[in-house]
């Protein structure tokens, strides 16, 4: 089937996160984010993209700190309803009813239920014509333990973080299941034991 090129976001299931920022004045606001992903393993920098009417961009060039929040599929329609373009001076926990989560190393807070939290800090940000791409540094970042072992891994099937398949019109949110498959990172790479003094 030949797709549109912009439909290139249909063609991968992608996360959904929610940002949860501060404006200089204090006002608490959260969105639910799709373009974010952390920048190669094992470094500790995320890259979002934002589009240049955001109220979260905004927030983040004013206050330099942001917090990436996993909500589990069970707070869809929580997502759904910081999704709404609500003023910049509406705040957005009351708004959808969430409840504020204290923060260790940035102010903004984070948004409680959810099942881990990355305060990051803004390191860079690369600005175009119609968006924006915030480069952060993860500063601190907790797990719900309910739902991670002592590794720091996450049980996803009973975690069950949240994901979406973008449509053409809408968004069908989905969650993780495991395909079958364990690979050990070793896996990626041909030993050298065999055929090699070194
Ligand atoms: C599942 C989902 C993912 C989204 N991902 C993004 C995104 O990656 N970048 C973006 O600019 N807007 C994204 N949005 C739209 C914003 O969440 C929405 O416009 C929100 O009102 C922005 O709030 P703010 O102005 O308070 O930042 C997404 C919306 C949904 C429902």
Redesign the pocket.
């Known amino acids: 089937m030949l797709l549109k090129p912009r439909q290139r976001e249909q063609i991968l299931p992608l996360p959904?996160v929610l940002i949860s920022t501060l404006s200089a004045d204090g006002v608490r606001?959260i969105?639910?984010?799709?373009?974010?992903t952390p920048i190669l393993r094992p470094l500790e920098d995320v890259i979002l993209?934002?589009?240049i009417k955001?109220?979260?961009l905004y927030n983040i060039r004013q206050t330099r700190e942001f917090v990436i929040n996993i909500p589990p599929a069970r707070m869809a329609e929580a997502?759904?309803s910081c999704?709404?373009?609500?003023a910049p001076e509406v705040d957005?926990f009351e708004q959808a009813d969430l409840k504020p989560r204290h923060s260790s190393m940035v102010k903004a807070p984070g948004v409680e239920g959810c099942l881990a939290w990355a305060e990051c800090k803004l390191l860079e940000e690369i600005t175009r014509e119609k968006y924006a791409l915030i480069i952060g540094r993860v500063v601190h970042l907790e797990g719900n333990d309910d739902f991670f072992n002592e590794a720091g891994e996450m049980d996803y099937e009973r975690a069950e973080p949240l994901s979406?398949m973008l449509g053409e019109k809408g968004?069908r949110f989905t969650r993780p299941v495991y395909a079958g498959r364990y690979a050990d990172y070793k896996e990626m790479f041909i030993s050298k034991s065999n055929n090699s003094p070194d």
């Open positions: 959904v606001n969105a639910p984010w799709s373009n974010v993209a934002s589009w955001r109220d979260t997502v759904m999704s709404k373009n609500f957005e979406a968004i």
